[in-house]
């Protein structure tokens, strides 16, 4: 998959099919930390967003296609929407953070802080770009030290089991199901 896609779309939630829905992804949604209402939530906005739903079933189904593109796929609690970033995985963003940061992907594809916080342009001095990993294998599971240590100097935002700094957690060859917390 040579594109790169970025999408952003408003949620709402009511009952759907999921007829539409490549079994792998729905299993991946499914198997997710996310509640049942979000998944719900993000089905639903597969309906009705069918380029999307159309690129995830086609690379859910064909997995080869990973080494390539690896679909980032964010809930955003504070604005109640899902964001999907098809990334090109040929062409590593080297910053914010660690080269190939989930924070590099979203910056190099044009979210700025009202999607993903960075006070400190990923040198590891805040923690405002804390994200939870919902689902999916990061290419460094373990946080470093440095990182672990950052986890939960927000007290507005104690850390959970799933949540990383996103300018640490490099993209590998396995999808990802974040939620941005407000
Ligand atoms: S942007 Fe500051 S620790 Fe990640």
Known sequence: MSSINVE????HSTSINHSSISEELANFVSKSAWSITIQESFFLFLEKNTDIRSKLNNLFKNRDLFTQCIP???YQEK?????VLFTNKLVSPPEPGEPGSILSYFRSYGYTDSTLYSDCYGQLSCSSCAIEVMNGTLENPTPRDEEY???SI???RPPTQYTRLSCQTV???SPLILTIRK
Request: zero cysteines; charged letters at 35%; a negative charge.
């Open 149 to 151: 240590d950052m986890l």
């Open 8 to 11: 952003t779309h408003k949620t």
């Open 72 to 74: 980032i796929i964010t």
């Open 171 to 173: 993209v590998g060859d």
């Open 79 to 83: 604005k109640d929407i899902f964001t």
């Open 154 to 156: 927000d007290d507005n």
